[in-house]
């Protein structure tokens, strides 16, 4: 399996963006499908999560970042609305699938490239 993203860039202070990450080769089932970023120096951080039950948010973000899928559970989007200078960092996509083991199987999780994004004016 695979990931691809895409949508990162420059953006004003107070704009949007919309990430987009795209899973192939794989056709296992997909366990959740989530969003992080990673400041200069610092460790990487989950900032929104998507299962089939449930979404998750970073107490930064709730309420300008929202997390969705598409129905075939292969692309999560990361809509980005009123951004701020401190949104500056390089977001990635991460996917947890399950593999065969034993009755329930086995969860592991494969990540995107990473996109920058940067809000500046």
Known sequence: AQIV???GGLVQPGGSLVLSCAV???SRSLYAMGWYRQFPGKKRE???QITNHTTIYADSVKGRLTISRDITWHTAYLQMNNLKPEDTAVYYC???LVRP???FG???DIWGQGTQVTVSS
């Open 46 to 48: 989950s900032i929104a």
């Open 101 to 103: 083991k034993g009755d």
């Open 106 to 108: 086995e969860l592991y």
């Open 5 to 7: 993203e895409s949508g």
């Open 24 to 26: 192939s080769g794989t």
């Open 94 to 96: 991460n996917v947890v």
